[in-house]
């Protein structure tokens, strides 16, 4: 089976940024995609409109594997510290898989880096074969609460540099 003839982000999606998200975590995971290496790309939007980018690394040791959502996120503050608005992510099927690339919700790891640096953030995950918008927070309910931040900070990251 051809990933990309059946992946049709259109057909998935019933809004604009949604559709735009998910084609871009797919386009580059359909271009960047080598087995066991890379096999899931994300998509961040920022409130400013911009997307940024992240690529799953894989690694010889499971655990040092890192998600892609969690390098879109590093990419995006690098560049930005406008708020983070939604995330997508794509997983890109194996040579031997017979089916096509599909969309997957953050792992619990993301779930709970994610809303650390965003708690307003949206989750493009996919229900019943139709790609849908929720609230990441509804995906990870009693999150972990440090004290390793202020609680203002928790609840807003900061949106300048310490002085
Ligand atoms: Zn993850």
């Not at 390098?71 to 794509?90: K, N």
Request: proline share 8%.
């Amino acid at each position: 089976m051809n990933a990309e003839k059946h992946f049709n982000p259109s057909a998935l999606c019933r809004d604009e940024s949604s559709r735009r998200l998910v084609a871009a975590a797919y386009e580059m995971i359909a271009e960047r995609y080598v087995l066991a290496r890379h096999q899931i790309g994300a998509a961040l939007l920022d409130a400013d409109g911009a997307t940024h980018l992240g690529l799953h690394l894989d690694a010889m040791v499971g655990r040092a594997a890192v998600c892609a959502e969690a390098v879109a996120l590093g990419v995006a503050r690098m560049i930005t510290r406008a708020p983070l608005v939604a995330v997508a992510a794509v997983r890109f099927p194996k040579p031997t898989e017979d089916e096509p690339a599909r969309i997957v919700p953050p792992c619990g790891l993301c779930r709970e880096l994610l809303l650390d640096h965003a708690p307003d953030l949206a989750a493009v995950i996919s229900m019943d074969g139709i790609a849908r918008r929720v609230p990441l927070s509804t995906l990870l309910p009693h999150k972990y609460v440090g004290t390793k931040w202020s609680a203002d900070v928790a609840q807003s990251p900061p949106t300048s540099a310490p002085s």
